[in-house]
C-alpha cells in the first residue's frame, strides 16, 4: 500500500541536521568533559526550566532511574497505588524499592487512573499515589491531590508522555509532589536516552541531585545510597539542540491529529479519544479503540496494518498487571481492573510523528477505513 513500502511506525525518533551538532562535540571533545554536571548538563536543565514552565529540574540517564530516584527522594516505603494501564517500567519502580503496587482500575474517557476508585485501595500501609499521564493526557490532578491531602499521601506523576503539556494554565508538571519525564528516542522530546525530575523547591532538587550521584555532597562527604543516574554531555548537548526543534515537531504532530480524528469520525466502531481540556497537548500518541461494530477485531486491525508493513502498536496490551511477578496481588484480579482490562483489548496506537508523508498517513486511513 505504502508507495516504497518502507515500513512505517509507531514513531520515528526526531533528530537535528547532524551538522549542527558538530560544534557541540567538538566542544566536548575540546574540554574533555563527558559528564558529571558538565556545562551542557546545565545548560539544558536551564533551558527545560524555562521550555516547560517549571521550577526545578534534575536530568537523568534515563526515565525508569527517575521513577526508581524519585521514590527514594520523598521516602516511599509500604503501599502504592498505581495503575496497570502503563508501561511496565511504572510498577518496575516500585518493586525496586520494594514497595507493593496496589493496581486501581482506570477512567474510560482518559485510560488514566480512576480517582473515584482510588479512596477504597488505601489501607494503613498506603504512603504515595503513582499515575500516569497516559499519551499525554492530563491526570484528575485536583481530585488526586484532594485524596492525597485527605489521607497525608505523596503524589507522584510518571509524566513519561507529558512533555510540554499545558493544563490549567501552566506546566502539568508542576502538578503532584514529583513528575518524571523519559526523553527516550521513542518520545516527543528525545536526547537519544535520557529523563528528568521536576521538583516544586530547591531542598527537593538538592536531594533528587545528590541521589543521582551515588549520594555525594562533595569529595568526601556521602550521605545517602544514592545511584549512577547523571546525564552526560553527549546527551545533555543533543537536548539542548533538539529543544530548537520540538514546537515545530509538536505543530506537525497535531496536524496529523487532526487528519485521523477527521477521517475516523464516521466510523464505526473506532473511538478517537477527545481532548483532556490541555492548553497546549503534545499528540505524543494517537490511541483508537476498536470496538464492536468496526468488522475486525483490534487484533485482526492489529495483523490487517502489519501485512502492509504497518507496525501499530497495542499500547498497553498487556497490563502490566498480567505480567508474572504482579499478577498474583489481590488488586491484580481482572475483576478489580474492568475498564484497563477492556481498554488492553481494544486499544491501537497509529503512526504518528514529523516526517509521516500524506500518502502513508492516507494508506493507513485508507486500511482502516476501507
Ligand atoms: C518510556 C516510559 C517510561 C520509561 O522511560 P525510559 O526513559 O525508557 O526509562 C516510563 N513510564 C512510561 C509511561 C513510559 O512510556
Known amino acids: 500500500m505504502t508507495k516504497s513500502n518502507e515500513p512505517i511506525y509507531v514513531t520515528k525518533p526526531v533528530l537535528p541536521p547532524l551538522e549542527e551538532f558538530l560544534p557541540y562535540l567538538q566542544q566536548i571533545w575540546d574540554s574533555r568533559i563527558l559528564t558529571n554536571g558538565g556545562s551542557f548538563h546545565q545548560q539544558l536543565e536551564q533551558a527545560l526550566c524555562e521550555y516547560l514552565g517549571v521550577k526545578y529540574i534534575s536530568l537523568f540517564t534515563n526515565g525508569t532511574i527517575g521513577l526508581v530516584t524519585a521514590l527514594q527522594a520523598l521516602r516511599i516505603t509500604g503501599e502504592v497505588i498505581t495503575t496497570p494501564y502503563s508501561f511496565v517500567a511504572t510498577a518496575h519502580s516500585l518493586l525496586w524499592n520494594g514497595i507493593k503496587p496496589v493496581f486501581v482500575d482506570i477512567d474510560p474517557d482518559t485510560l488514566n487512573l480512576d480517582p473515584a476508585k482510588i479512596e477504597a485501595a488505601i489501607t494503613p500501609s498506603t504512603t504515595a499515589i503513582l499515575a500516569v499521564h497516559v499519551y499525554g493526557h492530563p491526570c484528575a490532578v485536583d481530585a488526586i491531590q484532594k485524596i492525597a491531602d485527605n489521607y497525608n499521601l505523596r503524589v507522584i506523576y510518571d509524566a513519561a508522555h507529558a512533555f510540554g503539556v499545558q493544563y490549567h494554565s501552566g506546566s502539568l508538571l508542576n502538578h503532584g509532589d514529583l513528575s518524571v519525564l523519559s526523553f527516550h528516542a521513542t518520545k516527543v522530546f528525545n536526547t537519544f536516552e535520557g529523563g528528568a525530575i521536576v521538583s516544586p523547591d530547591a531542598k ?115 497490563l502490566i498487571s498480567d505480567f508474572p511477578m504482579y499478577r498474583g496481588l489481590p488488586s491484580a484480579a481482572q475483576s478489580n481492573l474492568r475498564v484497563a482490562s477492556q481498554a488492553a483489548k481494544e486499544v491501537l496506537c497509529l503512526p504518528i510523528y514529523p516526517g509521516l508523508t500524506d500518502e502513508q498517513l492516507d494508506s493507513v486511513i485508507g486500511l482502516i477505513t476501507g
Open 204 to 318: 527537593t532538587k538538592q536531594r533528587i541531585d545528590h541521589l543521582k550521584n551515588f549520594g555525594f555532597v562533595d569529595e568526601v562527604t556521602v550521605v545517602a545510597p544514592g545511584i549512577n543516574g547523571k546525564m552526560s554531555e553527549f546527551n545533555a548537548a543533543l537536548g539542548l539542540l533538539q529543544l530548537k526543534g520540538i514546537d515545530a515537531a509538536m505543530q506537525q504532530r497535531k496536524v496529523i491529529d487532526a487528519r485521523y480524528r477527521k477521517a475516523f469520525d464516521n466510523v464505526q466502531g473506532i473511538r478517537c479519544f477527545s481532548a483532556v481540556h490541555e492548553d497546549v497537548a503534545n499528540y505524543a500518541y494517537f490511541p483508537i479503540l476498536v470496538q464492536p461494530g468496526y468488522p475486525l477485531s483490534r487484533d485482526e486491525l492489529y495483523r490487517k496494518l502489519r501485512e502492509h508493513n504497518i507496525f501499530a502498536r497495542r499500547y498497553f496490551y498487556p
